[in-house]
């Protein structure tokens, strides 16, 4: 799988890089910038392109616009952006569109090998990926309004999964039990929060983000 | 700065000699008035007058005297007092034709006039007591020319014994003249026909100069005109109504009396309007302590001329405020005044010090003998400018305060950025960098079977991400990055999301000023933070909304309560902070009845 690391420390992004190596991706290029950015997904194509959220010359939003450029020029390349905090906004905003093949880290994850792989993977294979910690922030949020109390415990388990993009084996395999049993819980969760329950997988993860956003 | 003193600054020295000899004068012109009528009034009844006539006779020359003594003391910078007691004397002149000295008959006969002259001259110099044209100027000039020489070559050939209807006097036994050196009727009735048509000429002279006056009057000096023309006209008219009687007796019968009465009681009132007219402009001067109330809350420098035209009754009255960058005196609408020189009836009254006045009036000249006047509304003039200067520089310091204050906090807010770029460039990204370093340490030593090595390498991971969330939280503090990139709404929102109360947000979608958001975030942290820690809250609702200019942020729990702006550092300076960018906060907090924090912002 191919894939580019924009980020402007040099340090992080050469660790970013040798990691992605060792773990038998191929880094076909790296930038500090965005416009860099653009001209080389342009030219190597990668499967999968990591962007820094903060990039020069504000620091602010270069790499959330970047992401939805890349997304509008190449619909099929898959986008992981890294933030330094967990701003559920932007990501909920760039993947709200086209949820395939795009991803939402925290930075912190990058040090965990098999999270940052595994969300790689899953990105380049056209699923999506939302930090975990994103997904609680806004269960956290929701429940305060009070929507999610119909919701048992194992529900909104089986909820923050599909937030974060899992689809029905990945959160049968998490939770150990039976798919038949997550379908049960699916249907359900559907049912009290009043969504439409016949999605394909990443349709899901939009409602569902969408209906914890608010 | 010589120049800005527009002409005629004036001095209260003339002023004071004048009230001080006052006195004296006028206990004298009221003796020689007093001794006049009855000196007159003998006179006329010797010469044949009967009662009535003699003492409307008296009347009406004592009333001019009279007037003229009290307006020479209520105006004694107004020479109509004087003119008008100069009437009342010259009135009785002609009266001594009825004496038998000759010397007194004489002066009787060739002064006998000349309360006409002073007539037309008190008429003309009306209200101001000065003759302001050139015109009037020779029509009083003329006729006081008229009665000295035309009215002493008739008296040179006047003999009472030979022309008994020369005078308004039944003649019968007046003389001998004294003055008299050619005897000759012929002679005399041509000089006296000469003298009688030149003076109805200076008459009309005079009607023409009145009515010119009066036109180019503005209503000020019309209101201060009225009751002496209308009292002029009636009088005229009645003395009509009676020559006409005198010319064809019975033909209305018995109105005869009744309008020679009211020929009389207005003639009495003629000097009575004039007293009234010099008056009512007196009046003016206690109307201008009003300036200061009327202008009241509102003391623009339009408001300030409108009540002082008002007040003044002078429509045409104008304010220049000095501008040091025009170099000119600039009317309330900015634009230079056209008149900053007396003329044209129009007077200049510098307001402030002497040398420098820093505002003026241009005023009809009416006021220009009522010094006290002028000083009054000099004086309210210049309070109301002061207090708008004092107003107006009170505001811009404030403003210059404010400006300040908030360039101070806008750099405190620019600090407060880069330091937390500076963490996020450089200590939270080395740190991740350390885990990622500490993770492949971790995967080399898999297969190793140094417990103890292994637990370090655990212990040290914990400890950098215990440290990168610290830093995250610490840099969240410092300025969230949130806020930079998004606005108040996510920025409130993601504080919302980790606060320990359940917190409803909601914020308009609008950006604001960099200031004005970082404000209104901490002040958000703050409330919310009073909330989860003393309030006890079990929810909390925030709101951000634009209002008219201005941001408004709410934050309401449903806690304890009993928050006290006063004490506590947090909403202490969350309020000044607020106050030095002209914000506002508000904080309603009964016990048991909740909390909540109203943040008024000002912005664009």
């Known amino acids: 799988m191919r894939v580019t690391v924009t980020e402007d420390s040099v340090l992080l992004r050469e660790g970013l890089v040798r990691l992605l190596a060792e773990e038998g991706f191929t880094v076909a290029g790296q930038s500090e910038d965005a416009d860099e950015l653009l001209r080389l997904v342009d030219e190597v194509r990668p499967d999968v392109a990591l962007i820094d959220i903060r990039l020069p010359p504000t620091h602010t939003d270069e790499g959330v616009r970047a992401a939805c450029t890349i997304r509008e020029r190449h619909p099929g390349m898959g986008v992981l952006l890294l933030s330094q905090y967990v701003e559920t906004g932007s990501a909920v905003r760039v993947m709200s569109r086209d949820p395939r093949g795009f991803g939402y880290l925290l930075k912190d994850r990058i040090a965990d090998v098999y999270e940052l792989s595994d969300a790689v993977k899953r990105v380049g294979a056209g699923e999506s990926v939302i930090d975990p910690e994103v997904v609680?922030?806004?269960?956290?949020?929701?429940?305060?309004?009070?929507?999610?109390?119909?919701?048992?415990?194992?529900?909104?388990?089986?909820?923050?999964?599909m937030a974060e993009g899992r689809s029905n084996e990945a959160i049968a395999q998490r939770l150990v039990v039976g798919g038949k049993t997550v379908e049960t819980h699916v249907r359900n969760i559907f049912t009290k929060l009043g969504l439409e329950p016949s999605l394909t997988d990443h349709r899901r993860v939009l409602a569902v983000l969408m209906h914890l956003q608010g | 700065m010589r120049e800005r003193v527009p002409g005629g600054v004036r001095s209260a020295g003339g002023h004071g000699r004048a009230r001080e000899g006052g006195g004296l004068w006028l206990l004298l012109a009221g003796v020689v008035a007093l001794a006049a009528g009855i000196a007159g009034g003998w006179a006329y009844a010797r010469a044949g007058a009967s009662g009535p006539d003699v003492v409307r006779d008296v009347t009406v020359g004592w009333a001019f005297a009279g007037a003229g003594l009290v307006a020479r003391w209520r105006r004694p910078a107004n020479r109509t007092g004087q003119l008008m007691v100069a009437e009342g004397l010259t009135w009785f002149l002609g009266n001594l034709?009825?004496?038998?000295?000759?010397?007194?008959?004489?002066?009787?006969?060739?002064?006998?006039?000349?309360?006409?002259?002073?007539?037309?001259?008190?008429?003309?110099?009306?209200?101001?007591?000065?003759?302001?044209?050139?015109?009037?100027?020779?029509?009083?000039?003329?006729?006081?020319?008229?009665?000295?020489?035309?009215?002493?070559?008739?008296?040179?050939?006047?003999?009472?014994?030979?022309?008994?209807?020369?005078?308004?006097?039944?003649?019968?036994?007046?003389?001998?003249?004294?003055?008299?050196?050619?005897?000759d009727p012929a002679l005399f009735e041509a000089i006296d026909l000469v003298y009688r048509w030149v003076g109805a000429g200076l008459t009309v002279v005079t009607v023409v100069a009145l009515i010119r006056s009066w036109r180019a009057s503005c209503r000020a000096r019309r209101r201060a005109l009225m009751p002496a023309w209308i009292s002029v006209v009636v009088a005229s008219s009645l003395v009509g109504w009676e020559v006409f009687y005198v010319l064809a007796p019975g033909l209305l019968g018995p109105g005869e009396e009744a309008v020679a009465l009211l020929s009389d009681l207005s003639e009495i009132a003629v000097p009575l309007a004039f007293l009234v007219g010099l008056l009512r402009m007196r009046l003016r001067r206690s109307a201008v302590g009003n300036v200061v109330i009327e202008v009241g809350a509102d003391p623009t420098p339009r408001r300030l001329q409108d009540v002082l035209g008002r007040l003044l009754g002078d429509p045409s009255l104008r304010l220049g405020l000095w501008a040091d960058e025009a170099r000119a005196y600039l009317d309330p609408d900015g634009r230079p005044l056209r008149h900053t020189r007396p003329g044209a009836g129009l007077s200049v009254t510098p307001v402030g010090s002497p040398g420098s006045p820093s505002a003026i009036l241009v005023h009809d000249?009416?006021?220009?003998?009522?010094?006290?006047?002028?000083?009054?509304?000099?004086?309210?003039?210049?309070?109301?400018?002061?207090?708008?200067?004092?107003?107006?520089?009170?505001?811009?310091?404030?403003?210059?305060?404010?400006?300040?204050?908030?360039?101070?906090?806008?750099a405190a807010d620019r600090e407060r950025q880069q330091l937390e770029r500076d963490l996020h460039d450089g200590a939270q990204t080395r740190l991740v960098f350390a885990l990622m370093a500490l993770r492949r340490l971790d995967a080399g030593l898999s297969d190793s079977s140094d417990a103890r090595l292994r637990n370090a390498v655990a212990e040290t991971d914990r400890t950098l991400r215990m440290a990168l969330?610290?830093?995250?939280?610490?840099?969240?503090?410092?300025?969230?990055?949130?806020?930079?990139?998004?606005?108040?709404?996510?920025?409130?929102?993601?504080?919302?999301?980790?606060?320990?109360v359940p917190v409803v947000v909601s914020v308009e979608p609008r950006r604001y000023a960099p200031l004005t958001e970082s404000t209104a975030y901490f002040a958000v942290c703050e409330a919310l933070t009073n909330a989860a820690k003393y309030a006890r809250a079990g929810a909390v609702r925030v709101s951000a909304r634009h209002d008219d200019g201005w941001l408004v942020v709410e934050v309401a729990d449903d806690g304890v309560g009993g928050a006290d702006p006063a004490r506590g550092t947090g909403l202490r300076g969350l309020a000044d902070r607020l106050a030095a960018l002209g914000g506002a906060l508000r904080v309603t907090s009964p016990v048991g009845g909740g909390t909540r924090v109203r943040v008024e912002l000002p912005c664009a």
């Open chain 2, 365 to 410: 000249a009416t006021f220009d003998d009522d010094r006290e006047l002028l000083a009054a509304v000099g004086a309210s003039v210049r309070l109301c400018l002061e207090n708008t200067w004092l107003r107006s520089e009170a505001a811009m310091r404030v403003r210059e305060s404010r400006a300040v204050n908030s360039r101070i906090l806008e």
């Open chain 2, 97 to 183: 034709q009825g004496t038998s000295v000759p010397v007194l008959f004489a002066v009787g006969a060739w002064g006998e006039a000349l309360n006409l002259a002073v007539l037309a001259h008190l008429f003309l110099a009306f209200p101001d007591g000065r003759l302001t044209t050139p015109l009037t100027r020779r029509v009083v000039v003329s006729s006081y020319v008229l009665v000295a020489v035309g009215g002493l070559l008739r008296v040179l050939t006047y003999d009472p014994s030979l022309d008994g209807s020369a005078t308004y006097l039944t003649c019968g036994a007046c003389g001998p003249n004294a003055f008299l050196v050619h005897r």
């Open chain 2, 469 to 500: 969330e610290d830093l995250r939280g610490i840099a969240r503090g410092i300025h969230p990055a949130v806020l930079t990139r998004e606005g108040l709404g996510p920025a409130v929102t993601a504080l919302a999301e980790q606060a320990e």
């Open chain 1, 136 to 161: 609680a922030r806004l269960l956290r949020r929701r429940r305060a309004e009070s929507t999610l109390e119909e919701l048992t415990q194992r529900e909104r388990d089986v909820l923050a999964l």
